[in-house]
């Protein structure tokens, strides 16, 4: 079945905290990179797990460094249309914990949405300080 098209609100509206491995697969099919917790950078212990979707323009691909490695250059570009993180429960079977989702908005900044079901936010790409910062919006 799937996404018949990936933007950012089909994404919010169709994943789910608690989706199984298999439920995330028959929605956005195998993932273009998987992470394990001691292979990120961040440290975080608490997600063993991340998966990473890329839904680039036709013809472009991104060469991760890192599997958490997000493609600020190809979204600013618009080369990148949307990444997606995924990060996994560490109890079996593993369900979704949370997601992220990193995207260029019609204004031209970077922003990531962030939903582990108890909250929700929205940051943008701060590029001097090469970070991002929560916004409403």
Do not use: C, H
């Not at 001691?38 to 797990?49: C, V």
């Not at 013809?59 to 890192?66: E, H, L, N, R, V």
């Not at 962030?114 to 409403?136: A, C, G, H, L, R």
């Amino acid at each position: 079945e799937g996404l018949s098209e990936v933007n950012v609100e089909e994404l919010k509206k169709s994943l789910s905290i608690g989706f199984s491995k298999k439920e995330v697969k028959e929605l956005l099919g195998k993932p273009d990179d998987v992470a394990r917790e001691n292979s990120l950078e961040t440290g975080d212990k608490g997600n063993p797990e991340y998966w990473r979707y890329d839904f680039p323009t036709e013809g472009y691909s991104f060469d991760a460094k890192t599997p958490d490695d997000i493609d600020l250059e190809g979204l600013q570009k618009g080369d990148m249309k949307i990444q997606l993180r995924l990060a996994w429960t560490s109890d079996f079977p593993r369900k979704l914990g949370s997601y992220s989702i990193f995207y260029k908005d019609n204004d031209g900044l970077i922003y990531s949405y962030y939903n582990n079901d108890t909250d929700e936010n929205y940051s943008v790409y701060e590029p001097k300080s090469d970070s991002f910062i929560d916004v409403q919006k």
